[in-house]
């Protein structure tokens, strides 16, 4: 199997604590992949031992199918990335900042610069500093800088951290863009996990420094199945009438006031007419296919018995 990123056993401690914890993740030439996972489970800390920002405790990085070391620069030179949020010289215009990055890595090639801004949509603003840029505005230019010498891989942590709708659907575009029209891997990781569903081939599940799972987006599909959520108005009661007069078992409650009936034997009508006898009213009902974040979920919590 041809993989442009790969690594064994990669762990990563601090004062004794794991940060993440034997991770075995396999990237693919020309694939995106994503990290899902909440805040603190370890994406950002495995993006920076992929980029040499950091060196892991034990285990190892193969980019390239060469082990990453302290000397691998050529390697390196290979990978755009952002990691967190970017950093700029806020005094200077986004083309000064894109041309230093360039000459540090002894590239020299103004147009790439300016087709760059280009399909970030930050063209016309050669005299602005940086300064003066928004948190979006930023996000664009720091995604412009890790594509800009075209790398084959491109890591890119929370993408879409400050856009807005349009810029969020316009960083979606350029991603597939750039992985059909130039062969770019991807390694994204973001909390809008619809995002993410609607560009990754295959996902990485990491929990608690832990990765539970790689599969791929169409395996995911394949075994995503229906269901029904409703919105009682006392979630316990329902839950008692669902499981004592209609014999439901199979089902979760969601965020406190919702529940999801994975047994799709009871029309929804019958359901209604149950907790409507019983003095339970339902403030919202409808029938869902499963998502990615349904996936995620129950990944991380487990599914089909309720809490």
Same mark, same amino acid.
């Given at each position: 199997m041809d993989y442009i990123v790969q690594t064994n056993n990669l762990t990563k401690k601090i004062k004794g604590k794991d940060l993440v914890s034997n991770i075995n993740i396999h990237i693919k030439k020309g694939e995106i992949y994503g990290f899902l996972g909440k805040n603190g489970a370890g994406k950002t800390t495995i993006m920076k031992m992929l980029t040499g920002m950091t060196s892991p405790t034990t285990g190892e990085v193969l980019l390239f199918n060469e082990r990453l070391t302290e000397k691998s620069k050529l390697s390196l030179a290979r990978v755009g990335s952002i990691i967190e949020y970017p950093v700029f010289f806020e005094h200077?215009?986004?083309?000064?900042?894109?041309? @230093? =990055?360039?000459?540090?890595?002894?590239?020299?090639?103004?147009?790439? %610069?300016?087709?760059?801004? +280009?399909?970030?949509?930050?063209?016309? &603003?050669?005299?602005?500093?940086?300064?003066?840029?928004? @948190?979006?505005?930023? $996000?664009?230019?720091?995604?412009?800088?890790? %594509?800009?010498?075209? *790398?084959?891989? %491109?890591?890119?942590?929370?993408?879409?951290?400050?856009?807005? *709708?349009?810029?969020?659907?316009?960083?979606? =575009?350029l991603i597939r863009m750039l992985n059909k029209e130039y062969g770019m891997t991807f390694l994204l990781s973001s909390h809008i996990l619809g995002e993410l569903e609607h560009v990754v081939d295959r996902v990485g599940v990491i929990h608690d420094g832990k990765l539970l799972n790689e599969i791929t987006l169409a395996d995911i599909r394949n075994g995503r199945s229906d269901y029904i959520e409703l919105v009682p108005t006392?979630?316990?009661?329902?839950?008692?009438? @669902?499981?004592?007069?209609? +014999?439901?078992?199979?089902?979760?409650? &969601?965020?406190? =006031?919702?529940?999801? &009936? /994975?047994?799709?034997?009871?029309?929804?009508?019958?359901?209604?007419?149950?907790? %409507?006898? +019983?003095?339970?009213?339902?403030?919202?009902?409808?029938? +869902?296919?499963?998502?990615?974040?349904?996936?995620? /979920? $129950?990944?991380? /919590?487990?599914?089909?018995?309720i809490d």
């Open positions: 200077l215009t986004a083309f000064q900042n894109l041309k @230093l =990055h360039c000459e540090y890595l002894g590239f020299y090639d103004e147009n790439d %610069i300016k087709q760059a801004l +280009h399909l970030v949509n930050l063209q016309g &603003i050669d005299n602005q500093i940086i300064k003066e840029f928004s @948190l979006g505005m930023k $996000q664009r230019l720091g995604i412009a800088r890790a %594509i800009i010498t075209k *790398p084959e891989l %491109i890591i890119l942590d929370e993408p879409t951290n400050g856009l807005d *709708p349009i810029g969020i659907k316009d960083i979606r =575009h006392n979630v316990q009661r329902a839950v008692f009438l @669902l499981e004592n007069e209609l +014999h439901i078992s199979n089902m979760k409650i &969601i965020e406190d =006031h919702k529940i999801r &009936i /994975y047994d799709m034997s009871y029309k929804q009508s019958e359901i209604s007419r149950t907790l %409507i006898m +019983h003095d339970v009213s339902i403030e919202e009902m409808k029938k +869902h296919s499963s998502s990615l974040e349904d996936y995620f /979920y $129950q990944q991380i /919590y487990g599914g089909g018995n």
